[in-house]
C-alpha cells in the first residue's frame, strides 16, 4: 500500500518544529494538511508554528480545527488544552469575550469529564484573568489560584502551566505589596524558561515578557537589562521568531531608552504602536511621546501624546515636560499645579514628582520644588530598605531633586553637594541621560560659585552625552563650547529693552508677536535676542524664559 505523500511531510513538520525552525514547520504541515487533514496533534503544532511567526489569525484557525478534532475522537484532555490556547490567543489579543468564551468552555470539559491534570490548566486561567481587576481582593484570589494550579501541575510535569502559574502569582504578589516573594516566584518561572524545560516556546516569550515588565514595575534596572539581554539572545537563535508584541515592545523601548539606545527606543515604540489595536495603544503612545520629546520632535510628540491620551494614558508628566522644552514654562506650571492636586495614588506621585520639582524650580516657585523634593524622598523612605532592588535609582531621584531646588534657590553650594553625588548615582546606573541634565545644573552651579574651569567640565561632558544620545533640545540650551558658563557682571546685565523682550519671550509670543508688541522689526528682535543669550551664557528660549521667573521679571 503507498504511504500518503501527507505522511512524510507532518513527520518534516514535526522535526523542524522540534529544531526550531517554525516557518519550514508550517510550510511542511501545511502541504501537508492541504493533501490529507491533518489529525489534531498536528494541527496545535502547526497552529503553535503560526503563532510564533506572527501569524495569529491562522493560529486561532488551527487551534480551533485542533480542539474539534479532539471531540471528535473524545479526547477530553487534549481537547481541554485546545481550549486554553485558544482563550490564550483571544486574549493575547486583547479580544476578552472570546477568551472568556473559550475559558468556560475549558471549565466544562475539565467537570464534565473529571480531568485532574488539566484542571491546572483552568485554575492558571481564572488565576490570569482575575488579575485584569484593579480590585485587592481579586488579586488575592488571583494568587490562591495560581497556587493552586501550580501544586497540580508541578507533580503532573505540566512545565508550561507551572510557568504560567508562576508567573500570575508573582504578579499578584507585585500587586500586594510583596515585592521581594513576587520576584522570587517570577525567579522560579524563569529558572524553569532558561533551562529548556518548557514544552511549548510561545511560553518562553510570555514569560520573557512578563519578567521584563515586573522588573521595569519593581524599578529593579539591573534585573530588566538583564532579562532583556537574555531574551534578545534567545530571540536571535530563532531569527524567524516573532517573540515581542505589543505592551513587550514598549517595555523593550524602555529599557532601550534607559540604557542611552534611543534610536533602537524609538524603533520599538512605533512597532508598538502599529502593532496594538487602537484602544491599547495608551502606553506605546506615551513612550514614543517622551522619545519625540527628548529628541526635539515636538509636533510628533504632541501627536503621541494625543494618541496616549486618546487610548486612557494621561499625556503627563511628559506633556508638561515638552510644554516647558517649548519655553512655555507658564502652562507647564499650570499643568502642574493641577496635577499635583489631582494625582493621590503613590505610583502616580512617584512618576510626576521629579517632572513637578523641574518645573516648579524653572519658574522660580521654590517653596513649591522643595515640598515636592521632600516627598520624593518621603516615598523612597516607604519604599522599602536602603539595599533594595529599587533603592539606587530612589536615591539618584532623591539627590536630583535637592540639587535642582537648592540651585533654583541660589543655595550653589549646598546644591553642589546633592548634585555632585546624583551625578554618580546616575552614572552607576548606568542613565546617560538622565547624568548628563545633573551636570549641566552642576556646571551652573560651579559657574556661580566662580569655579569656571569646573563648570567648563561638567558641561563638556554633558554635551558628549547629548551629542551621542541626540538630545537636540539639550544641546541647544547648552553654551557655547569655547565659552563656557558665563558669570553675570551684575544681578541684572540686561537693558531695560532687553528685559521687555525676556518678558515677552517668557510669555511664550513668537518674535514676531514681540516685534509687533514693541513696535520693533523682527530683525531687530533677533538681535536682542542674541545680545540676551550672549550675556546670559544661555542658547534658547526655554532657558530665557527660566532667566525670566529665576529673576522675577515675570
Same mark, same amino acid.
Given at each position: 500500500?503507498?504511504?500518503?505523500?501527507?505522511?512524510?511531510?507532518?513527520?518534516?513538520?514535526?522535526?523542524?518544529?522540534?529544531?526550531?525552525?517554525?516557518?519550514?514547520?508550517?510550510?511542511?504541515?501545511?502541504?501537508?494538511?492541504?493533501?490529507?487533514?491533518?489529525?489534531?496533534?498536528?494541527?496545535?503544532?502547526?497552529?503553535?508554528?503560526?503563532?510564533?511567526?506572527?501569524?495569529?489569525?491562522?493560529?486561532?484557525?488551527?487551534?480551533?480545527?485542533?480542539?474539534?478534532?479532539?471531540?471528535?475522537?473524545?479526547?477530553?484532555?487534549?481537547?481541554?488544552?485546545?481550549?486554553?490556547?485558544?482563550?490564550?490567543?483571544?486574549?493575547?489579543?486583547?479580544?476578552?469575550?472570546?477568551?472568556?468564551?473559550?475559558?468556560?468552555?475549558?471549565?466544562?470539559?475539565?467537570?464534565?469529564?473529571?480531568?485532574?491534570?488539566?484542571?491546572?490548566?483552568?485554575?492558571?486561567?481564572?488565576?490570569?484573568?482575575?488579575?485584569?481587576?484593579?480590585?485587592?481582593?481579586?488579586?488575592?484570589?488571583?494568587?490562591?489560584?495560581?497556587?493552586?494550579?501550580?501544586?497540580?501541575?508541578?507533580?503532573?510535569?505540566?512545565?508550561?502551566?507551572?510557568?504560567?502559574?508562576?508567573?500570575?502569582?508573582?504578579?499578584?504578589?507585585?500587586?500586594?505589596?510583596?515585592?521581594?516573594?513576587?520576584?522570587?516566584?517570577?525567579?522560579?518561572?524563569?529558572?524553569?524558561?532558561?533551562?529548556?524545560?518548557?514544552?511549548?516556546?510561545?511560553?518562553?516569550?510570555?514569560?520573557?515578557?512578563?519578567?521584563?515588565?515586573?522588573?521595569?514595575?519593581?524599578?529593579?534596572?539591573?534585573?530588566?537589562?538583564?532579562?532583556?539581554?537574555?531574551?534578545?539572545?534567545?530571540?536571535?537563535?530563532?531569527?524567524?521568531?516573532?517573540?515581542?508584541?505589543?505592551?513587550?515592545?514598549?517595555?523593550?523601548?524602555?529599557?532601550?531608552?534607559?540604557?542611552?539606545?534611543?534610536?533602537?527606543?524609538?524603533?520599538?515604540?512605533?512597532?508598538?504602536?502599529?502593532?496594538?489595536?487602537?484602544?491599547?495603544?495608551?502606553?506605546?503612545?506615551?513612550?514614543?511621546?517622551?522619545?519625540?520629546?527628548?529628541?526635539?520632535?515636538?509636533?510628533?510628540?504632541?501627536?503621541?501624546?494625543?494618541?496616549?491620551?486618546?487610548?486612557?494614558?494621561?499625556?503627563?508628566?511628559?506633556?508638561?515636560?515638552?510644554?516647558?522644552?517649548? *519655553?512655555?514654562?507658564? %502652562? &507647564?506650571?499650570?499643568? @502642574? /499645579?493641577? +496635577?499635583?492636586? #489631582?494625582? =493621590?495614588?503613590?505610583?502616580?506621585?512617584?512618576?510626576?514628582?521629579?517632572?513637578?520639582?523641574?518645573?516648579?524650580?524653572?519658574?522660580?516657585?521654590?517653596?513649591?520644588?522643595?515640598?515636592?523634593?521632600?516627598?520624593?524622598?518621603?516615598?523612597?523612605?516607604?519604599?522599602?530598605?536602603? *539595599?533594595?532592588?529599587? %533603592? &539606587?535609582?530612589?536615591? @539618584? /531621584?532623591? +539627590?536630583?531633586? #535637592?540639587? =535642582?531646588?537648592?540651585?533654583?534657590?541660589?543655595?550653589?553650594?549646598?546644591?553642589?553637594?546633592?548634585?555632585?553625588?546624583?551625578?554618580?548615582?546616575?552614572?552607576?546606573?548606568?542613565?546617560?541621560?538622565?547624568?548628563?541634565?545633573?551636570?549641566?545644573?552642576?556646571?551652573?552651579?560651579?559657574?556661580?560659585?566662580?569655579?569656571?574651569?569646573?563648570? @567648563?567640565?561638567?558641561?563638556?561632558?554633558?554635551?558628549?552625552?547629548?551629542?551621542?544620545?541626540?538630545?537636540?533640545?539639550?544641546?541647544?540650551?547648552?553654551?557655547?563650547?569655547?565659552?563656557?558658563?558665563?558669570?553675570?557682571?551684575?544681578?541684572?546685565?540686561?537693558?531695560?529693552?532687553?528685559?521687555?523682550?525676556?518678558?515677552?519671550?517668557?510669555?511664550?509670543?513668537?518674535?514676531?508677536?514681540?516685534?509687533?508688541?514693541?513696535?520693533?522689526?523682527?530683525?531687530?528682535?533677533?538681535?536682542?535676542?542674541?545680545?540676551?543669550?550672549?550675556?546670559?551664557?544661555?542658547?534658547?528660549?526655554?532657558?530665557?524664559?527660566?532667566?525670566?521667573?529665576?529673576?522675577?521679571?515675570?
Amino acid at each position: 500500500m503507498a504511504v500518503p505523500s501527507s505522511v512524510p511531510l507532518a513527520a518534516d513538520g514535526r522535526r523542524l518544529y522540534e529544531a526550531g525552525s517554525w516557518t519550514r514547520a508550517l510550510e511542511a504541515f501545511e502541504r501537508a494538511d492541504s493533501d490529507t487533514p491533518l489529525p489534531g496533534s498536528d494541527l496545535m503544532l502547526t497552529a503553535f508554528s503560526a503563532y510564533l511567526l506572527g501569524r495569529e489569525d491562522r493560529s486561532i484557525d488551527l487551534f480551533g480545527r485542533a480542539f474539534r478534532d479532539f471531540l471528535g475522537t473524545d479526547d477530553a484532555a487534549a481537547a481541554a488544552r485546545a481550549a486554553f490556547w485558544l482563550s490564550f490567543a483571544h486574549d493575547t489579543r486583547g479580544d476578552r469575550a472570546h477568551a472568556e468564551a473559550w475559558g468556560r468552555r475549558l471549565a466544562g470539559i475539565v467537570d464534565d469529564s473529571r480531568l485532574g491534570a488539566e484542571r491546572a490548566l483552568l485554575l492558571s486561567g481564572l488565576g490570569h484573568r482575575s488579575l485584569a481587576s484593579s480590585d485587592p481582593a481579586d488579586t488575592r484570589r488571583a494568587l490562591e489560584l495560581s497556587r493552586e494550579a501550580i501544586a497540580l501541575a508541578r507533580p503532573a510535569g505540566d512545565t508550561d502551566t507551572e510557568v504560567f502559574s508562576r508567573l500570575s502569582a508573582g504578579w499578584a504578589l507585585l500587586r500586594l505589596g510583596s515585592t521581594g516573594e513576587g520576584l522570587a516566584e517570577l525567579d522560579e518561572a524563569m529558572a524553569t524558561v532558561t533551562s529548556g524545560e518548557v514544552n511549548t516556546p510561545i511560553v518562553n516569550g510570555v514569560a520573557y515578557c512578563s519578567v521584563i515588565s515586573a522588573s521595569l514595575r519593581s524599578e529593579d534596572l539591573a534585573r530588566a537589562r538583564e532579562w532583556t539581554a537574555t531574551a534578545t539572545d534567545w530571540c536571535a537563535q530563532h531569527p524567524d521568531l516573532v517573540p515581542f508584541r505589543g505592551q513587550c515592545l514598549v517595555h523593550r523601548s524602555q529599557v532601550k531608552m534607559l540604557d542611552g539606545d534611543w534610536s533602537g527606543a524609538l524603533e520599538e515604540a512605533a512597532r508598538a504602536v502599529q502593532r496594538l489595536l487602537p484602544a491599547d495603544t495608551g502606553l506605546a503612545g506615551y513612550q514614543l511621546g517622551e522619545i519625540h520629546r527628548l529628541t526635539g520632535r515636538f509636533a510628533d510628540a504632541e501627536d503621541a501624546y494625543r494618541l496616549a491620551n486618546s487610548a486612557g494614558r494621561r499625556p503627563e508628566p511628559g506633556l508638561m515636560l515638552l510644554r516647558l522644552a517649548q *519655553g512655555r514654562a507658564d %502652562a &507647564a506650571a499650570v499643568s @502642574a /499645579r493641577r +496635577l499635583s492636586l #489631582e494625582l =493621590t495614588r503613590r505610583s502616580e506621585r512617584a512618576e510626576f514628582l521629579p517632572a513637578y520639582v523641574e518645573v516648579m524650580a524653572a519658574v522660580g516657585d521654590i517653596d513649591a520644588a522643595r515640598a515636592g523634593a521632600a516627598e520624593i524622598a518621603a516615598i523612597a523612605e516607604r519604599a522599602g530598605p536602603s *539595599g533594595g532592588p529599587a %533603592a &539606587a535609582l530612589s536615591r @539618584a /531621584r532623591v +539627590l536630583t531633586a #535637592e540639587g =535642582t531646588v537648592c540651585c533654583a534657590a541660589g543655595e550653589a553650594a549646598q546644591a553642589v553637594r546633592s548634585l555632585r553625588d546624583a551625578s554618580l548615582a546616575w552614572h552607576d546606573l548606568g542613565m546617560p541621560y538622565p547624568e548628563a541634565r545633573v551636570r549641566v545644573t552642576l556646571g551652573r552651579c560651579y559657574a556661580a560659585l566662580g569655579d569656571d574651569e569646573a563648570a @567648563a567640565l561638567e558641561v563638556d561632558a554633558a554635551r558628549e552625552a547629548f551629542q551621542r544620545l541626540g538630545a537636540q533640545p539639550d544641546l541647544a540650551a547648552l553654551p557655547d563650547a569655547d565659552r563656557g558658563w558665563r558669570r553675570a557682571p551684575s544681578p541684572m546685565p540686561l537693558t531695560e529693552r532687553e528685559v521687555e523682550v525676556v518678558r515677552l519671550v517668557a510669555a511664550g509670543l513668537t518674535n514676531r508677536a514681540i516685534a509687533k508688541e514693541l513696535v520693533l522689526s523682527e530683525k531687530t528682535v533677533a538681535r536682542h535676542l542674541a545680545n540676551i543669550y550672549a550675556k546670559l551664557g544661555i542658547a534658547s528660549r526655554s532657558a530665557a524664559t527660566a532667566y525670566a521667573y529665576d529673576h522675577s521679571l515675570v
